[in-house]
């Protein structure tokens, strides 16, 4: 069996390996080819090209770097008809992802799976018809999701999500992160502004002025800023002035430990201002309270501004069906009232962890690894589960 993957970002990525290990525990023969990060390429893929290279998001972005990817969707699209695989599965990143479905389906039979559902109950609910026509399957993050995608005819499979079944620090462990970096029982924060270059640079000054009244109102307050491989050193960068002396978790310089000392830091963590996203499930994951902010272009802002259809985009809101973590999107992302809400939820954190237990439960947790639910829901429909 061959199998071409892409993923565009490290979630995606993430992503990505769990189900090439479904797969090869099903299939041992399998190989895989496309685009992915450190992960999947630990499982086995070779790259076609650096993953980052089609991490774009927002209008204003991908316009600004368009030639370049319609480029990169063009090769993308070639190789894998070319290689005439038995399936494509493309993982999120829908911009570059859904794309190359549409170009693959023009020029082959080849099926097509689409591995996350796109947001088409937060906005665009058109978009599932749209996949329709060159997507034959959805892998669903999320338990909700499959009714939109199979009302527009596609087959639809909830998964799960792999952040419920991540291993998570235990307090011993907590305790020696503290204590390894001289931490001890003060209050410890993390600063998460992103996995993206253009997210960093947006939310960065912003994050900055959030830091330096934090700061000011709890100057014993310590700062962690675990940071993603491809933008570390833009990441030390951006904080390198910030008030606090803030410790930077850099994957290169920790290398074989860098995934026990960002779960430490996770689970030893009182609180974290984190970007919108993925991040936010690893936070519950780990029962850590957060407040939440994201900005865009003023394009992106001012289109999706006015097609949003619900009134939270935090993952852990929308799967507990609660609102208790505060967040602060597009024109409300601003220094003052998220210090402010920080500050609050530093003192009062216990809101926070029913609605994260409960988001937990509902994305499997205890139950089957979403990754051997995805590769089971891939050969199935291959006629082969």
């Known amino acids: ?12 990525d993430k992503l990505g390996a769990a189900l090439m290990q479904g797969l090869r525990r099903r299939v041992p023969d399998v190989r895989f080819t496309g685009i992915g990060g450190e992960r999947m390429i630990a499982e086995g893929l070779e790259s076609l090209f650096p993953m980052d290279e089609i991490s774009v998001m927002g209008i204003t972005e991908i316009l600004r770097q368009y030639g370049a990817l319609k480029a990169r969707i063009r090769e993308t699209s070639e190789a894998v008809v070319a290689a005439r695989p038995d399936a494509l ?4 990143l829908p911009e570059f992802s859904l794309r190359v479905a549409k170009q693959v389906k023009a020029a082959s039979d080849i099926r097509v799976v689409h591995y996350v559902a796109p947001t088409v109950w937060a906005w665009r609910p058109g978009r599932a018809a749209k996949m ?5 399957q959805v892998l669903a993050l999320l338990p909700f999701e499959p009714p939109y995608m199979e ?20 307090p011993d462990e907590q305790a020696a992160f503290r204590a390894r970096h001289g931490i001890g029982d003060a209050p410890m924060a993390l600063v998460l502004p992103g996995s993206r270059r253009s997210e960093i640079t947006r939310l960065g000054p912003v994050f900055r002025e959030v830091v330096e009244r934090v700061h000011a109102a709890r100057p014993e ?3 962690v800023i675990p940071a993603a491989t491809p933008v570390a050193p833009l990441v030390e960068e951006l904080c390198a002035d910030w008030p606090g002396n803030p410790l930077v978790l850099d994957p290169r310089r920790l290398g074989e430990d860098a995934a026990a000392e960002k779960r430490a830091a996770f689970g030893a963590a009182d609180v974290a201002l984190a970007a919108s996203g993925t991040v936010a499930l690893e936070l519950a994951a780990a029962a850590t309270p957060m407040v939440i902010a ?9 289109i999706i501004g006015r097609l949003l259809l619900v009134d939270t985009v935090n993952l852990v809101n929308l799967v507990s069906e609660t609102r208790t973590i505060p967040e602060f ?31 937990m439960e509902r994305l499997g947790r205890d139950g089957p690894h979403p990754g051997d639910r995805a590769a089971q829901a891939v050969l199935e429909g291959l006629g082969q589960g």
């Open 1 to 12: 069996m061959h199998i071409f993957i892409t993923a565009g970002e490290p979630s995606g």
């Open 89 to 92: 599965v493309t993982v999120d």
């Open 132 to 136: 329709a026509a060159h997507v034959d």
């Open 151 to 170: 009302a527009a005819g596609m087959r639809c499979d909830f998964v799960g999500h792999p952040v419920v079944t991540e291993p998570q620090a235990s």
């Open 221 to 223: 307050l310590r700062l």
């Open 294 to 302: 994201y900005d865009m272009g003023w394009l992106s802002r001012q």
């Open 329 to 359: 999107i597009g024109k409300d992302c601003r220094p003052e009232p998220i210090a402010e809400a920080l500050l609050q939820v530093l003192d009062a954190p216990e809101a926070q962890f029913e609605a994260m237990a409960l988001t």
